[in-house]
């Protein structure tokens, strides 16, 4: 019987699996009056083994971008452009779609058909997008790091009688990553005809720097009612000065308040991680026991309500 169940099991992730991939293939493009377009559809001999392997994934990929769209949110794209990753949407779903194989596949083989197995597949789905998250922290931190000497270039270039976009030039060779790249990225939007105030909002959205999106919008103000640019970036310049030396001090004076409740947040899922894979009759009845289940739903919510107070106590908004 419970062999049954586990073959009915299978079935069924396949079917789901299928139903899915089915779902996010795009639809066949029509013509005005009705028809299919048969002359858009390319020869099966002429796409390459990773053109057929990428279509599903990408419209995977489009079909998340429009409902993040829709909700206000950034696509897939975008997150990726913020943690300057040069990969394609469809291949960092096919990233994650490997990843979730992979550790569904080794809760199988480890555990067999257990609350693990759904388990180890939504945490490794989860795992590159984390990843993502984190160097889009780590680059906005060095991104906000080196943007007052930037400014203070861009308003000395200023002063020496250059126009914005050759000052944002001047300043993109002397600069250092990441700011040369987007500032680069703004100099050949700017010469491909995009108006300057156009191409500084898209490199906002791409940074998603507060302080970036208060210089952008002094320089939109100061496009349309006059006045002295180069003496305005003085004055942000100054300001963002000393919010990065404050939120500097402030994270030196909560580190190990930060560090305790991570430690604090980390340390029980590491051991019940640890006994699960060394003895899994040890601590299989925690999943297998009624009792058990309440107390680690108890338990997650008790941790999960410690780690927002900790995160509460030491984040300062500067």
């Known amino acids: 019987m419970t062999g049954f169940v586990l073959v009915m099991a299978a079935l069924t992730a396949l079917g789901v699996l299928a139903a899915g991939t089915a779902i996010a293939l795009p639809a066949p493009a029509s013509?005005?009056?009705?028809?299919?377009r048969w002359e858009a559809v390319v020869p099966a001999a002429q796409t390459s083994l990773r053109d057929k392997i990428n279509v599903p994934f990408q419209a995977w990929a489009d079909r998340s971008a429009r409902n993040r769209r829709l909700n206000g949110g950034l696509t897939l794209t975008e997150h990726l452009a913020r943690a300057n990753l040069k990969l394609r949407s469809s291949e960092f779903v096919m990233i994650q779609v490997g990843f979730m194989t992979a550790g569904a596949a080794l809760a199988v083989l480890r555990?067999?058909?257990s609350p693990q197995f759904v388990?180890?597949?939504?945490?490794?789905y989860l795992l590159p997008m984390r990843y993502v998250y984190w160097r889009q922290r780590r680059r906005l931190k060095a991104f906000n790091g080196r943007l007052p000497d930037t400014l203070s270039l861009l308003s000395n270039a200023m002063k020496a009688g250059l126009s914005l976009p050759q000052a944002i030039e001047s300043v993109a060779h002397n600069a250092t990553p990441p700011i040369s790249e987007e500032l680069d990225r703004?100099?050949?939007?700017t010469k491909l005809g995009t108006p300057t105030s156009t191409a500084l909002s898209n490199m906002v959205r791409r940074v998603g720097s507060e302080d970036l999106?208060?210089?952008?919008?002094?320089?939109?103000?100061?496009?349309?009612v006059g006045g002295n640019l180069a003496r305005i970036l003085d004055g942000i310049s100054h300001t963002i000065r000393q919010r990065v030396q404050m939120k500097g001090q402030v994270s030196a004076m909560t580190a190990?308040?930060?560090?305790?409740?991570?430690?604090i947040t980390l340390l029980p899922f590491i051991v019940a991680g640890i006994l699960n894979v060394i003895t899994p009759s040890y601590f299989g009845i925690m999943f297998t026991d009624p009792g058990g289940r309440v107390l680690l739903v108890l338990a997650g919510i008790s941790i999960l309500i410690g780690n927002l107070f900790v995160r509460r106590i030491t984040n300062f908004k500067v």
């Open 111 to 113: 555990f067999g058909f």
């Open 119 to 124: 388990i180890s597949g939504v945490i490794a």
């Open 186 to 189: 703004v100099i050949r939007e």
């Open 213 to 224: 999106d208060l210089i952008v919008t002094a320089i939109a103000i100061q496009s349309s």
């Open 31 to 36: 013509r005005q009056d009705g028809g299919p």
């Open 256 to 263: 190990q308040m930060r560090a305790s409740g991570w430690i």
